[in-house]
């Protein structure tokens, strides 16, 4: 991110058949977002065509579809971000780990 960075807080999210993300910007103890994919049921070939949806800062729409390994790294209070509904018969889980630049002086919560 071309400065220094520490580690604020992390977590791990299983979504079940019928889930999305409300499009929303993170919290201030998330400036710095990755999110990585650690399955998908069913498996998929490659990308697991459920992509994290991003609303860039001139209102163009880009999305990252990951496959299982594959990981973003993108500004979680900067960009709005959301996902689709998942289908019924799916299921997607992923680590989320968060940042904040090395002089931040907010809660690490």
């Given at each position: 991110?071309?400065?220094?960075?520490?580690?604020?807080?992390?977590?791990?999210?299983?979504?079940?058949?019928?889930?999305?993300?409300?499009?929303?910007?993170?919290?201030?103890?998330?400036?710095?977002?990755?999110?990585?994919?650690?399955?998908?049921?069913?498996?998929?070939?490659?990308?697991?065509?459920?992509?994290?949806?991003?609303?860039?800062?001139?209102?163009?729409?880009?999305?990252?579809?990951?496959?299982?390994?594959?990981?973003?790294?993108?500004?979680?209070?900067?960009?709005?971000?959301?996902?689709?509904?998942?289908?019924?018969?799916?299921?997607?889980?992923?680590?989320?780990?968060?940042?904040?630049p090395?002089?931040?002086?907010?809660l690490?919560?």
């Open positions: 991110v071309g400065r220094p960075v520490v580690p604020s807080f992390s977590f791990f999210f299983s979504y079940v058949g019928g889930a999305e993300l409300a499009p929303h910007r993170d919290r201030p103890q998330a400036e710095f977002s990755i999110s990585l994919q650690i399955d998908y049921a069913p498996e998929p070939a490659a990308q697991t065509g459920w992509p994290l949806c991003f609303t860039l800062e001139d209102d163009r729409p880009a999305a990252a579809d990951l496959a299982i390994g594959d990981a973003v790294l993108y500004h979680g209070r900067e960009l709005l971000h959301h996902r689709t509904r998942l289908p019924d018969t799916h299921q997607s889980s992923h680590l989320i780990l968060e940042y904040v090395g002089d931040f002086a907010g690490l919560i």
